[in-house]
C-alpha cells in the first residue's frame, strides 16, 4: 500500500510529459504551461486509492487517474474564465494571460484529452467508468451553474447549497475513487460506500474551505483570508448567519455585505463570532467527516488496506492552508 | 439505400429528443432549445451513410449519429462565443440570449453528452471510434485557433489557409462517414479513400462558401452577401486576390479593407471581378470536388452503393444557399 505522498510522487512521474501535439503552439502550450504548474493532485490520487483499496494499482489505474487530473483542471480554466478570476496556483488564470477564446478553446482539448486517456482502459471496465465519468462531468458542469445562479439569487438555503457543493465538489472526489474501484473490481456495495466516503469527505473539505477563507491563519492559508467575505460570496458560514441571527444582527450584516467599505471583513467575522459561526462550522465538518468514516467502515475489506484512505481524509480536512 | 432527404428526416425522428436532464434548466434549456433550432443534419447524415455503404444501417449507427450531431453544435456555440457572433440559424447565439457562462457551460455538457452517445456504442467498434473522434475534435479546435490566429496576422498564404480549412471543416465531415465506414464493417483501404472523400469534398465545400459570400444570389443565400468582405475575413477568393493581383491593385484593395467606406463590398466585388477570382475560385471548387470523386470511385463496393453520396456531394458543392 502506497501513502499519499507516494502515489502523488509516483503520478507526477507518470503525469510529467506533454499531453498535447506541438501545434499550434497558440492553442496547446498554454494548457499545458498549466499542467505543469501542478496542484495538489488529490482527485488522481483517489483514483489509484480507489484501485488499491481492492487490489494492486492496474496499468490502466495511470491514464484513468490523468483523465481525472485532466477533467479537473479543465473545469479550472473554463470556471475562471466564467468567474472572471485573475489568478489561479499564484499565476495569471489561462484567460488572463492568453485571452478568453484560447482559454475556452484550450479547456475544450483539455476535456477531449481526458477522453482519449479514457479511451485507453480496457474495454471491460471501460463502459462503467465512461458512463460514471460522464455522468460526474455533467454534474460538476451543474454545480458551476447553480453557484453562478446563486450569485445573482437574494438568497439561498442550506439544502440548495449543500447539493450545489455536492455537485461542483464532492462528486468528482467520490468518483474517482469509485472509478478506480471498478478497476479494482470492487463489488457494487464496495462501491457504493467508497463514493459515500468521497462525497461525504467532499461536503467536509468544502466546510472547512469556507471556514479557513475566514478563520484562517493568514500565515498558513494560501489565500486572501476573507477573500469570500470581500467577493459577497454565499458560503456555509454566511448562509447559516443569514438563518440563524437575530433580526437586528442580519439587518447589519446585509448592511455590511452591501458595501465595501473598510474593516468589511473585520466586521463580518465578529458576527460570526457572536453568533457562534465558528463552532457551528466546525461542527459541521465533524458530521461529515463521521458519515464518511461510517461508510468507509462499511466498505468488506481489511482495516489495514483503508489505512492510506484514513490518513489522506485526515489531512484533507485538517488541513489549515 | 436511402436518399440524404429520407435520412435527415429518420434522424430527426431518432434526434428529436431531450438529451439532458430537467434540471437546472437554467444550464440545459438553452442548448436544448439550439438543437432544436435545427441545421442542416449534414454530418450525422453522413455518418449513417458511411455505415450503408458498406452495410445495412445498425442499431449504433443512430447514437454515433447523434454524437457527431452533438459535437458539431458544441463547436457552433463556443466558436460563437469566440466569435463574438450575435445571430446564428436566424435566432440569437446562445451567449447573445443567455450570457457567455450559460453558453461555455452549456457547450461544456454538450461535448460530455457527445461522448456519453458514444460510449452506447459496441466495445467492438468503440475503441476505433473513439479514437477517430478524438483526433477530430482536437483538429476542430486547432482549426477554430489557427482561424483566430489568422485573423490578427497581416498576411496568410494559400497552403496556410486551406490546411486551417482542413481542420476547421473537412476533418469533421471525413470522419463523420469514416465512423460510420467503421461500424459497417469497411476495410482500411476503403476507409481511407472514404475519408479522402470528405475531405476534399469539404474544401469544396468551403471554396463554394467563400464564392457564395462574395457572388452569391442574395434572394437564394442565407446570409448576407458580402458579409466576409465587410468583416475583413481572410477567405479563399481575399487571400488569392492579394497573392495574384499587380501591385497597384493590392494596394487599392489593401486600402479598401481597411476601410468601413460606403460602397465596399461593391468595391471589393469590382476588383475580383476584374481579376478573374470568380472564374478561379470555380475552377478551384472543381479541382477539389474531381479530387473527392475520384477516391469515391476508389472505395471498392458497386457503384449503385455510391449513389446516395454522390447525389449528397452535387448538392452540398452545387448549392446556391
Chains 1, 2 share one sequence.
Not at 484550450?106 to 480496457?122: F, P, R, T, W
Not at 450584516?253 to 458576527?271: D, F, P, R, W, Y
Request: glycine residues 6%.
Amino acid at each position: 500500500m502506497y501513502k499519499f505522498e507516494e502515489l502523488v510522487s509516483r503520478f507526477e512521474t507518470y503525469f510529467n510529459q506533454r499531453h498535447f501535439p506541438a501545434n499550434p503552439g497558440t492553442l496547446y502550450d498554454p494548457v499545458q504551461d498549466f499542467l505543469a504548474l501542478g496542484g495538489k493532485r488529490v482527485r488522481p490520487v483517489l483514483s489509484l486509492m480507489g484501485n488499491e483499496l481492492f487490489d494492486e494499482i492496474l496499468p490502466d489505474a495511470w491514464p484513468l487517474a490523468a483523465a481525472v487530473e485532466l477533467f479537473h483542471n479543465f473545469t479550472l480554466i473554463h470556471d475562471d474564465i466564467m468567474d472572471k478570476a485573475p489568478l489561479r496556483r499564484g499565476k495569471a488564470t489561462v484567460h488572463a494571460a492568453y485571452g478568453e477564446p484560447t482559454a475556452l478553446l484550450g479547456g475544450d482539448v483539455m476535456l477531449v484529452v481526458a477522453y482519449e486517456y479514457l479511451n485507453k482502459i480496457d474495454s471491460r471496465y471501460q463502459k462503467r467508468i465512461m458512463q460514471l465519468f460522464n455522468r460526474t462531468a455533467m454534474e460538476v458542469c451543474e454545480g458551476q451553474q447553480l453557484d453562478m445562479d446563486f450569485e445573482k439569487s437574494a438568497s439561498v438555503d442550506m439544502p440548495a447549497y449543500i447539493h450545489m457543493i455536492e455537485l461542483k465538489t464532492s462528486v468528482l472526489l467520490a468518483a474517482s475513487l469509485r472509478m478506480g474501484a471498478i478497476l479494482g473490481g470492487a463489488s457494487e456495495n464496495n462501491q457504493h460506500h467508497l463514493y459515500e466516503f468521497g462525497r461525504n469527505l467532499g461536503i467536509a473539505f468544502q466546510v472547512q474551505d469556507d471556514y479557513l477563507d475566514a478563520f484562517g491563519d493568514p500565515d498558513k492559508f494560501g489565500k486572501q483570508v476573507g477573500g469570500d467575505i470581500m467577493a459577497n460570496k454565499k458560503t456555509f458560514l454566511m448562509i447559516h448567519a443569514l438563518q440563524t441571527a437575530d433580526e437586528p444582527v442580519k439587518k447589519e450584516l446585509k448592511q455590511i455585505m452591501g458595501t465595501n467599505e473598510a474593516g468589511k471583513v473585520e466586521k463580518v467575522l465578529n458576527i460570526f463570532r457572536a453568533c457562534g459561526i465558528d463552532a457551528w462550522a466546525k461542527d459541521l465538518k465533524d458530521t461529515y467527516i463521521n458519515k464518511a468514516f461510517y461508510h468507509l467502515e462499511e466498505i468488506a475489506v481489511i482495516s489495514a488496506r483503508k489505512k492510506p484512505l484514513t490518513e489522506l481524509a485526515a489531512y484533507l480536512v485538517q488541513r489549515d492552508k
